[in-house]
């Protein structure tokens, strides 16, 4: 065949592809418009009294439609702005023009007015920043120099995270904040993908610090339990209620181990697996096409040759970040404690979390700009650049959130969870309690995006429910919980905790997508297979045994060797990789 008739078959192979690519957008842009003009013809059919609480079943469109959208288009922006404006223009009564209007001067200004909302936006900029300077004055390279003598393999290294991400346990937003970009680097020179250090940083983030008997966590959590008790008219030890719930947490369990064994046994399952052998064989840690959350190679490539630095311009700030968190809480907990001699417990529970890491992630910033101008590595100019570029890379991110917010802000007022537990609740039964909670939190979690709006939806629910179905005596002191009582308790903790684990609206996992500089609706699809194993295991082998009175320690440990069972004999293994050594770190 001639050269020109050859050129002529490429050619026409590539109208082709293209033209096909086309159609397939156009095919998603109709599904898109099919779908938005169902649930406004939805809206619009419903009676003009409705309002803006307990709605009904279409309370659960939009965040049904969000997270349809967002898996299905791979387009989060757009699903989440969508999900909000289906939710603005139902609370219209179905007028789409009037749900636009308030879409935006309500629902996003809304999200933005909430002072912990405003900190979490701060803090994450603040955080972005510093790792701009970091990577910019080579102390990122220098880290990885010297820890690449720990983290020579795919293994150690995830493990090395898995072990980061357990050892700080003091509040799960400041977890993913400072696992994600001290380990991002390192899982790129052993390969390890994108989407698998997402999961190892979401799936040790709220887990670990909801397990935590100190941590941010545990005064929201023993108030919760203390409300619903009180409700009751029993005055009880919150704090011991909640240390024994510990051994019921299946689900928040099983999540740790599987991290774990992922990582010792090299194996992996579905869309995960295939992200890992890309990144093995190819060396690409994203996907072709990947949009990540937090853009660290643009800031990479704008400082040019980066000629490695000393190893504490990295973890300096970050030590600082750290020391500084966990003395804030201890000190923010005691003004308002206003009792120095009160347990621990209760004066980090009392502290402001968002307000204190705000401190934690301005002290590292200082320290990050502090420690180049003092070595006269960089100067002022080229320190201000790397800030700057570092918190240009979280825009995305920080765009996310606020739409992730007013998301779950169009839920409350719509009673998405209130219609939930209303589906659930007639159909409640003694010995199944636990299991039905257990479900309706992972329903409510996984839709609303909030574990912590969970948690204190179906508390004061649960806690009532065991004591009238289960049965246990509170008129003498400290009462006795017996099994099934305590898995009701555990189920509403760790049951909250699926969808903040893997919900693609919930902000925990948008955290570690962005900190991980991680493709959000790759790490969403990849994570989901492994989140879904543990909740039904959980259900299986946990919360449906013990709510027949069965101790929970066996039951822990079935689920501990299901996780291992479905690892070594479900999951593939996965290519080694060794990188070569780098002779300027020896």
Request: charged content about 15%.
């Amino acid at each position: 065949m001639s050269k020109r008739g050859r050129g002529r078959i490429s050619r026409e192979r590539c109208c082709s592809k293209l033209w096909m690519n086309s159609n397939r957008r156009m095919n998603r842009l109709i599904i898109l418009i099919g779908i938005l003009l169902a649930c406004a013809g939805l809206a619009s059919a419903q009676d003009s009294s409705s309002t803006p609480v307990a709605m009904g079943w279409i309370s659960i469109l939009p965040p049904l439609l969000a997270i349809s959208l967002a898996l299905i288009f791979r387009q989060v922006l757009v699903a989440l702005l969508c999900g909000v404006w289906l939710g603005a223009t139902l609370i219209e009564n179905g007028n789409v023009l009037t749900g636009l209007l308030r879409t935006l001067d309500t629902y996003l200004v809304r999200a933005l007015a909430d002072p912990d909302h405003v900190s979490v936006v701060l803090f994450s900029l603040l955080i972005g920043g510093m790792v701009g300077m970091i990577s910019r004055s080579g102390g990122t390279a220098g880290l990885v120099m010297k820890l690449t003598r720990l983290c020579r393999t795919p293994r150690s290294t995830q493990l090395t995270g898995w072990l980061m991400g357990v050892l700080v346990f003091f509040d799960d937003y400041a977890n993913s904040l400072i696992v994600g970009p001290a380990m991002r680097p390192l899982c790129d020179r052993t390969r390890v993908s994108r989407e698998k250090l997402s999961y190892i940083v979401d799936s040790t983030a709220a887990p670990v610090a909801s397990l935590a008997m100190i941590s941010t966590w545990i005064g929201f959590e023993i108030g919760l339990i203390s409300d619903a008790f009180r409700s009751l008219g029993a005055e009880v030890n919150s704090y011991w209620i909640f240390v024994q719930t510990i051994p019921y947490r299946f689900y928040t369990i099983i999540a740790l181990a599987l991290v774990a064994l992922v990582a010792i046994l090299s194996r992996d399952v579905g869309s995960m697996w295939r992200a890992e052998v890309r990144a093995r064989t190819t060396g690409k840690v994203l996907r072709d096409g990947a949009v990540p959350m937090a853009d660290f190679e643009s800031l990479e490539k704008k400082g040019g040759d980066i000629v490695p630095g000393p190893m504490y311009f990295a973890w300096a700030p970050i030590l600082v970040f750290l020391i500084v968190a966990l003395g804030g809480l201890y000190a923010d907990g005691v003004a308002n404690c206003g009792d120095s001699s009160a347990p621990l417990y209760k004066i980090i529970g009392a502290s402001n979390a968002f307000r204190v890491l705000m401190w934690g992630a301005f002290a590292g910033v200082f320290t990050a700009a502090l420690l180049p101008l003092l070595k006269r590595k960089l100067k002022l100019q080229a320190v201000l650049d790397a800030f700057l570029s570092g918190v240009q890379s979280m825009n995305i991110a920080v765009i996310i959130l606020i739409l992730a917010w007013a998301l779950g802000q169009i839920c409350k007022d719509m009673g998405t969870a209130q219609t939930v537990v209303g589906w659930i609740e007639p159909v409640l039964s003694p010995r199944l309690l636990p299991a039905a909670v257990f479900v309706t939190a992972a329903v409510i979690s996984f839709a609303t995006g909030t574990s912590w709006g969970t948690m204190a939806i179906l508390m004061p629910i649960a806690v009532p429910a065991a004591h009238h179905m289960i049965g246990t005596d509170l008129s003498a002191g400290q009462p006795v919980l017996n099994t099934a009582f305590l898995s009701t308790i555990g189920a509403v903790l760790t049951g909250s905790i699926f969808g903040d684990h893997c919900s693609p609206i919930s902000d925990t996992t948008i955290l570690s997508s962005m900190c991980s500089g991680g493709d959000h609706i790759d790490h969403v699809r990849t994570q989901m297979p492994y989140a879904v194993f543990g909740a039904i295991a959980a259900l299986l082998v946990g919360y449906i045994p013990t709510g027949f009175g069965v101790s929970p320690w066996p039951c822990a440990a079935v689920g501990l060797l299901c996780a291992w069972l479905w690892i070594r004999y479900v999951g593939r293994p996965v290519p080694n990789y060794t990188p070569i050594p780098d002779r300027s770190s020896a």
